[in-house]
C-alpha cells in the first residue's frame, strides 16, 4: 500500500518562481489537506478539500493556491515562491471530514533562495 | 499564547525509562486529542487517539486527558531506541470543524 505519495520530495527554487507540489492518496479517503512544518511552530494548516469539489482555506493560506483534481489528487501551488516559504510540506488524508485520524505522506522539503 | 503549547526538548533518557510527554491547552472547545509519532525526516503518524477525558492504554503507550486542567500526557513503559522520535499532541472540536491544532512537538532520544 502506498497510502499517501508526494512529488517531489526535494526542491530548490529562487524568489518568484513558481511551482506545483503533487499529492496522491489510494486508501479512498475523502478529504486531503496540505500542512507547512516549521521549527518551533508545529505544523500548520494551509488549505484542505473535505471532499472532491471542495476545498478551504486553512491557518496559512497566503501565497498559495489549491486544486482537488480528483478523489486521489490534490496540488499544492506556490505562484511566486518567497522565502518565507522556505518548509516541509506534508500532505495528509482521512476518511472523513472529521479530520482526527490524518495519514500523512513523507513531506516535501522546500527552499526558496 | 499559542492554543497548545509544548516543551520541545529534548528529553534525553536511558532504555527502558519510564516517559513522560506532556501538552497543555488553552481552549476548553477541544473535545478530541490525539499523539502523533515522526520519525526523522519521516511524515507523522497516528500513535494514540482519546475522546474527552481519561486514559487509554495501548501496549506500552498510555494517554491520558484532564480536561478540567486543559493539560494531556503520553506515557511511554520501558522505552526502547526506537521510540526515539518527535511525539506531536494535536487536538479538535467541533467549533475547529476539519481543523487540527498540533503541538510544536517533543524531540524524544532514548540511549541504549
Known amino acids: 500500500n502506498a497510502g499517501v505519495t508526494q512529488t517531489p520530495k526535494f526542491q530548490v527554487l529562487k524568489t518568484g518562481q513558481s511551482m506545483t507540489l503533487q499529492c496522491a492518496q489510494d486508501m479512498n479517503h475523502n478529504s486531503m489537506y496540505w500542512y507547512r512544518q516549521d521549527p518551533g511552530m508545529g505544523l500548520r494548516l494551509i488549505y484542505y478539500?473535505?471532499?472532491?469539489?471542495?476545498?478551504d482555506k486553512g491557518e496559512v493560506p497566503n501565497g498559495y493556491n489549491v486544486s482537488r483534481l480528483n478523489k486521489r489528487e490534490f496540488s499544492l501551488r506556490l505562484e511566486s515562491a518567497a522565502p518565507s516559504q522556505t518548509s516541509v510540506y506534508f500532505c495528509a488524508s482521512s476518511v472523513g471530514a472529521r479530520a482526527n485520524v490524518l495519514t500523512f505522506g513523507a513531506g516535501s522539503r522546500l527552499t526558496v533562495l | 499564547q499559542k492554543e497548545v503549547e509544548q516543551d520541545p526538548g529534548p528529553l534525553s533518557v536511558p532504555e527502558g525509562a519510564i516517559v513522560s510527554l506532556n501538552c497543555t491547552y488553552s481552549?476548553?472547545?477541544?473535545?478530541?486529542f490525539m499523539w502523533y509519532r515522526q520519525y526523522s525526516r519521516k511524515g507523522p503518524e497516528l500513535l494514540m487517539y482519546t475522546y474527552s477525558s481519561g486514559n487509554k492504554e495501548d501496549g506500552r503507550f498510555t494517554a491520558q486527558v484532564d480536561k478540567s486542567s486543559k493539560y494531556i500526557s503520553l506515557f511511554i513503559r520501558d522505552s526502547q531506541p526506537s521510540d526515539s522520535a518527535t511525539y506531536l499532541c494535536?487536538?479538535?472540536?467541533?467549533?475547529?470543524?476539519?481543523?487540527?491544532?498540533f503541538g510544536a512537538g517533543t524531540i524524544l532520544r532514548v540511549k541504549s
Open positions: 481552549n476548553s472547545a477541544f473535545q478530541y
Open positions: 494535536a487536538m479538535s472540536g467541533m467549533e475547529y470543524g476539519n481543523k487540527l491544532v
Open positions: 478539500s473535505a471532499s472532491e469539489g471542495t476545498t
